[in-house]
Structure formats: C-alpha cells, structure tokens
C-alpha cells in the first residue's frame, strides 16, 4: 500500500529494519529496544517495554494490573496470532453486597481484581522470549531504583490522582514529594518497586503467586478491608486463546476473544465497509456521521453481548448481520445511543441490540514490538484508573488495579460483579494482517472509546493510505450517550454545523485532547520489510527502530 498522505503528521514515522518498539514513554520504547540491540526478540522487548512502563508511567499499568497480549511467533509459525489473556478474575468474596455503592466499587481497596500482569508478562517470556529475567527486568530496575526525570505529562496524570494517593500513606511514600505530584523535572525514586522486581527476576511468578510479594499484598488487603487473599492470588493462571477476526477491505483484523470488548471495533468495520468510506473525505460530516452511527449500533450489541463467552461471535462479527445493522443508519439524522455502559432502563428512543434468534438464523497504555524475524507483541494493559485503585500495597512498590469498576452492580447485567468472574473487558489489542503476513498493529488505552479509537486509526490506515504516525495523530470523535459528540477542535468548523443539523450533540475538546487515547503503531512494508513505528504525541507516546 502507498501513503499518499505521509506529510500529515507532525512527528516523522520512525523507520528501522531490524525492528521497532511503540510505547507510551520514551524510557520504555528504549527499554524495549535495549533488548533488540543485544539480541534478543520481540516478546523479550515486549516484556522489558511493560515492566519500565510500571516504573515510569506509573498510573497507567503494572505488575498489579491486567491486560491482553496478541502475539505473532515466527517460531511457531502459524496463520494467526495468538492472545495471552492475563486478565484477573473478582476475587472469590466479591459478591454485589461487598460493594454498597460505586465508589466502593471504583476507588476502595475492595476494587482490584488479581493482579495478572506479572504472570501474563512472564509465560509470554517463557514460551517465546529468548532472554532471561534478569536482562528483560534490568532497565525497568534502574529505573526504580536510580530514579528517573518526571515528564510534564507523568506530572498532569499524577497531580489528577493526588487526592487518593495522599489517603493511604504506603501510597505518598511511593510517589507523592512533600504531598504533591512531583514536579516536571523531578527524579521519582521507587526503590520499594525496584526490590519487588529483583524479588520477581529471583522466584518469576511465584514469588507473586503464593510467594513473599503475594503474602504481603494478601496481608495488607485483608488486614484494611480489602478482598484479595493468598488463595485468590495463587489460584491464578492466564489463559492462551484464539483470536477472534473480521476482514476490512483485503486486511484480516484480530483481537481477543469474549468477554474483550474489541467485537465492537470488528462489528463496526464490518458496518462502515458497506460505504464508500474514503469518497466521502477523511472526517468530513458524511464520514464522521455514518462512522458514528456504526460505531453507536456496535455498542448495543457489546454491551449486551461481550460478557457472556457464549454469545454467539461468529454471527455478530459476520458480514450478513452487519448487512442488516448497517439498515438502520439514518444518512441525515443521529440515532439515540444508550451509552458504553449497560442499563436495564432504556429509553423509548434508545438503540437496541440485534436479536440472538435474529444472529442465529441469519447464519489505559498500549504498546507495540516487532523485529526482523517476524516476532510481533500488541500490547494493551491497565491499572484502570489513574494508579487503579491508589492503594500501594504494603512494602511492594505496587499499585494495585481497580478493575472491579467495569463490573456492573445492576443485578440485570451480563456484567454484574460475582466470585471469580471475569469481566467484561475494553482493552482490545489488534493485530492486522494480509495475505497471512503481518501488516500493521496499531491500538491505544481509552477504557470504552478505546473502541471507537481503534477502527479510526485502522481506516485511517486502510482507507485513506495515511502513514502510522499520520494515522495516529489525525483528529478523533467519540459518541457518547444519547446524540452527544464529543471531538478535537482541529476538525473543521463547517463540519462541526453541519453535524449539529442532523442532530449531534456536539462538543467540542482542545485540539490534541488525551482523553481519546494514546495511540501506538508499527507498520512493515510488505515488499522491503521496512518498519514504520508512530506513537501519539496526546501523551509521552514515542517509537524508536533500529
């Protein structure tokens, strides 16, 4: 494919022959890369890549968090990639009655589900990497250890969580100066992290999983009213699985399967390619409207589909029922959206979701690695909120997630909160692919609008030929409930009016606004083998090659 609007982007797309590491911090792409230069692979790289990201994007992901890998092995071969789900399960005591209310729910120390971060990071290692514990943990070590410069982003994000920090005092040790984010500029020391990575380099995942660093995160839950438990923590495995897939226009474009929510961005794809996309103009009123609509009509069936593993995926990412969905957008008028979460009380105007009988009879950080061999990691892992849920647990260094939070309590949900569930989950990591090769990933953080921000990159990609970086920084729209929009300020104002006349709500965000993500890419050249790396400058996003 060309790139004939390669001058869009004000960053250059980063090239390399050898590979490329995508990441959301300048510190973890070089982690990363440090192993390709000694020789090591792209699993090696991803690994080192998401423990410095623990270090020195600290609020977005972490041992303690979760997350989804999708993975190409050139060793394995193979005519698809494979997911590595390390998503935590609820604890087994997290019943509805142990959360009276959605603070409880979001913000407490009832909120992580188990931490699978570690062991994720770690079975992708042993299966695929090449390098030992030692040399993948070494830069993310120093880095806790030795300390590194604050960003002014990394000072943005942490001042946003100061006030939950400041309520646990495990937790302004770990990263508040004087009781306030540190400044830009500033060295954050973690050297409680960095002991609790050299006690991982020295057990691997036991000693998380029924070793010292999980007795003390157990003992800490429970001696302040927390869930997790010993047993909690060592029951705990990640699972390999099967991609699901769609195609758009010749690419094949995989993610996890159920409960991930990605089937959103494949249902929407599946939508929109029923139009001529690209004729309409790159966010022009016609494409953002018809782009919305889809993507309005997807999250319908996500949020009644996605949590239960026994929907029927095959049919709700087929091309016949996207057919049917793609009827029912009005060209002219906004359709009323129930939003990203489910709710037993609808409106009278509210989307609804296809019918299963219907289906059957009709037949926040993300990073990406690759290297010269054909090995490549996308990458979308979590805290959930800023620092998850604030609560650095004893003398670990670690933060845990709050991932209880995308559960539901209304007892209707598919998604409502019970022992050892799992939940339904945004993080959405993609691989695309052509005529069986490699040919892009490209993915972000965002909770839900993760999957409203995912298939505008890959159009931007497929569709309108823009290089990853041009891809990535283009300008973004999320739909929201009801008819309201919400977009940067860099789309043109005619635009803009002419969206608010078929009936969007429209808001209008600063021109390069963090709240849609933080975008990370690699791209080959399906001829030369070339590496394009982009990353998004809405956050500390940075690629490196070599």
């Not at 920090?165 to 409680?192: C, F, M, N, V």
């Not at 933080?518 to 791209?523: C, K, P, S």
Request: with cysteine; net charge negative; charged share 20%.
């Amino acid at each position: 494919m060309g790139w004939p609007n390669l001058g869009l982007s004000h960053r250059p797309a980063v090239t390399g022959i050898n590979g490329a590491v995508a990441s959301a911090h300048p510190l973890a792409s070089l982690a990363g890369l440090r192993m390709l230069q000694q020789g090591g692979n792209a699993i090696d790289a991803a690994v080192a890549t998401a423990a410095a990201l623990n270090v020195v994007e600290p609020y977005m992901s972490g041992a303690a968090g979760v997350g989804y890998m999708v993975i190409k092995s050139a060793a394995e071969g193979g005519d698809k990639p494979i997911v590595l789900d390390y998503i935590g399960r609820a604890p087994a005591a997290a019943t509805p009655d142990m959360f009276p209310d959605e603070d409880t729910k979001n913000t407490s120390i009832r909120s992580p589900l188990v931490p699978g971060a570690l062991a994720g990071w770690l079975m992708a290692l042993e299966r695929f990497g090449t390098m030992d514990r030692a040399t993948v943990f070494a830069p993310a070590i120093s880095y806790a250890r030795d300390g590194f410069p604050v960003t002014i982003t990394n000072n943005r994000f942490m001042s946003a969580s100061v006030d939950r920090l400041r309520e646990w005092e495990t937790s302004r040790a770990a990263y508040l100066h004087d009781g306030e984010a540190p400044k830009a500029g500033s060295i954050l020391k973690q050297p409680d992290l960095a002991r609790t990575f050299e006690a991982f380099v020295e057990g691997g995942a036991d000693a998380l999983y029924g070793g010292p660093i999980g007795k003390e995160i157990a003992r800490f839950s429970q001696e302040n009213g927390g869930l997790l438990t010993e047993e909690d923590l060592a029951s705990y495995k990640p699972e390999w699985q099967e991609p699901i897939s769609t195609t758009y226009r010749g690419y094949t474009i995989y993610c996890p399967p159920l409960p991930c929510s990605g089937m959103q961005y494949l249902q929407t794809l599946n939508i929109v390619e029923g139009f001529d996309m690209r004729s309409m103009g790159h966010n022009s009123a016609d494409y953002i409207h018809h782009l919305a609509e889809a993507i309005k009509l997807a999250v319908a069936d996500r949020t009644t589909y996605a949590p239960n593993t026994e929907s029927p995926i095959e049919q709700l990412i087929s091309k016949q029922y996207a057919a049917g969905r793609r009827e029912l957008i009005d060209p002219r008028k906004a359709a009323f959206s129930g939003g990203d979460r489910y709710t037993s009380k609808k409106e009278a105007e509210e989307i609804r979701p296809g019918s299963v009988a219907d289906i059957l009879t009709e037949c926040t950080t993300h990073f990406v690695t690759a290297d010269v061999a054909g090995n490549v990691v996308a990458c979308t892992q979590t805290l959930g909120s800023g620092f998850g849920s604030a609560v650095v647990h004893g003398n670990t260094g670690l933060a845990l997630n709050n991932f209880a939070n995308w559960f539901d309590l209304d007892p209707e949900s598919p998604n409502v909160i019970a022992p050892n569930k799992k939940v339904e989950m945004c993080l959405s990591p993609s691989q695309i692919w052509r005529d069986g090769e490699f040919a892009m990933a490209v993915g972000t953080p965002g909770s839900f609008g993760i999957m409203q921000t995912t298939p505008q990159m890959i159009m931007n990609l497929i569709d309108h030929g823009y290089s990853i970086q041009a891809a990535i920084e283009a300008p973004r729209f999320k739909a929201l409930r009801g008819t309201h929009m919400v977009i940067e300020s860099r789309v043109d104002s005619e635009v803009l009016a002419e969206l608010e006349r078929r009936g969007h709500d429209v808001e209008v965000l600063d021109a390069w606004n963090a709240t849609f993500g933080g975008g990370q890419g690699i791209l080959r050249d399906p001829e030369s083998g070339a590496f394009f790396g982009g990353a998004d400058p809405r956050r500390d996003g940075y690629a490196l090659a070599l």
